[in-house]
C-alpha cells in the first residue's frame, strides 16, 4: 500500500485525490458506527424474538373487582375495570368486552360487553363497568358451585379492546387477568 502510495503521490495528493481519500474515510466512519450501534444493548427492552424494540402501551385495561348477583330479579355479573389512556389524544372504545370470564371452582361466561359508551380523554383514566344478564342456566351452575366457597372469590378472564385515537384503530387482547369479588345471593345449605 505504502509502495502505491509513494509512486503516485501527485496524483493522491492533487484535489481529486483528496476528495477520493476524504470520502472513503467517511464511509467507513459511519459504517463501523452503525455498526457499533446495532452490536450494543438498547436501553429500551426487546421482545424475545423481536427485530424492533417493544412500544409501549396506548392503553392499559386494570382489573378492579366483580360481583356476580344472584338475588336479583334478573342475575347479572358485573365486572368493574381501570382504563388508563397513555396517548395525547382521546380514545373511544368500538368494542370493550370480557370475552371468557372463569370464576374460581365455578362456570366460565362469554361475552360481557361495556355498559355504554366508553371514552377516555388524554393522558387520563377511568373506571368502566362491564354488564350482562344471566341465563337461568348460568345462575343456577353458578350457584351450585358456589355453595361450598366463601366470599371474596377469585375469577381469571380475557377482554378484547378496539379503540380508535385520531382516527387511528388500536387493538389489544389482554388473555389473562385476575380479579377478586363477590358473588352474592346464594342460598345456604346446612
Sequence with gaps: MWNWIVANKEWVFSGVG???IVTIVQFGIRYLRARRSTSQPSAIELLPGAKT????????????????????????????????????????FQTLRVDH?????????ENIPAVGDVRVSPRQSRQVLLRRPLADSEARAVERSQQQQRNP???????TALGVADRKQLRQNFPSLSVNGWVSGIANVS
Design 101 to 109: 370470564f372463569h370464576l374460581s371452582g365455578g362456570p366460565s361466561l
Design 53 to 92: 424494540p417493544a412500544q409501549p402501551s396506548a392503553f392499559e385495561l386494570l382489573p378492579l373487582s366483580f360481583e356476580v348477583s344472584l338475588h336479583q330479579e334478573i342475575p347479572r355479573v358485573e365486572i368493574w375495570i381501570y382504563v388508563v389512556n397513555h396517548l395525547s389524544r382521546e380514545l373511544t
Design 18 to 20: 483528496v476528495v477520493i
Design 153 to 159: 372469590s377469585n375469577a381469571t378472564f380475557s377482554i
